[in-house]
């Protein structure tokens, strides 16, 4: 069975500083991977994927993430950090059979200013 | 913004009584989701639905139970409400028959307090 970890409840950067937010996953067959970032009291939004193709997905708010297929790593990065991306990250995959998406269990980010 | 909508956004009911949550799409994706999420926590899919007539349990069990008559709607409903169903729920929707792959777009969430 699919499964996505997320190993850090929360990741503190200042701003303008880079930020990594780490997701290792597990599934038979390709992965399909995804981020989502959740605000206080609002429901997910999608920021980037990773379906097939260059290894490097670029998505919305300038944030990136890198797929490791060795690694079996999807870690979303973003050049330089702003106070209003403070927010709940997940990391999710869906298998090839495309029943649906699984979630890991949120890493919370804070971005002092 | 995604077009996917819920009601009520938030939900104070006494135990026992029957709920029902709306879910709607106006994206005419095949696939919509239920995901249980206690604030701040992981999300855990309770049901799901490939299309009209379908629909299937997640990996969460779950005393709620689903319906899909029409392609945008995927109500879920509470038949006798308990404090242990204290929670939000998310609703999702994505594409499935043409992209099977594709990201799920999220509701607003509906924020379910049983007293």
């Known amino acids: 069975a699919q499964s996505v970890a997320q190993p850090e409840d929360q990741v503190n950067v200042a701003e303008g500083n880079p930020l990594t937010v780490k997701c290792t996953y597990s599934?038979?067959?390709?992965?399909?991977l995804f981020w989502y970032v959740q605000y206080p009291n609002r429901g997910l939004q999608f920021l980037l994927k990773?379906?097939?193709?260059?290894?490097l997905v670029k998505g919305s708010y300038g944030f990136e993430a890198e797929f490791n297929k060795s690694q079996t790593s999807f870690h979303l990065k973003k050049p330089s950090a702003l106070v209003s991306d403070s927010a709940l990250y997940f990391c999710?995959?869906?298998?090839?059979?495309?029943?649906?998406?699984?979630f890991g269990k949120g890493t919370t980010l804070s971005v002092s200013s | 913004e995604a077009d996917i909508y819920q009601t009520p956004r938030y939900l104070v009911i006494g135990t026992g009584k029957k709920i029902t949550l709306e879910c709607s799409q106006t994206?005419?994706?095949?696939?919509m989701y239920w995901y249980q999420q206690d604030p701040g926590m992981e999300l855990h899919l309770i049901h799901y639905s490939y299309g009209v007539n379908s629909t299937e349990k997640g990996d969460l069990s779950s005393e709620s139970t689903v319906s899909r008559i029409r392609t945008e709607h995927f109500p879920l409903t509470l038949e006798s409400a308990r404090p242990s169903h204290t929670s939000q729920y998310l609703c999702?929707?994505?594409?499935?028959?043409?992209?099977?792959?594709?990201?799920?777009?999220f509701g607003q969430g509906t924020r379910l307090t049983v007293v």
């Open positions: 599934v038979s067959g390709n992965p399909y």
């Open positions: 999710a995959v869906r298998d090839q059979a495309g029943t649906a998406l699984i």
């Open positions: 999702a929707s994505s594409e499935y028959r043409r992209v099977p792959n594709t990201e799920a777009f």
């Open positions: 994206m005419g994706h095949d696939k």
């Open positions: 990773y379906i097939t193709g260059d290894n």
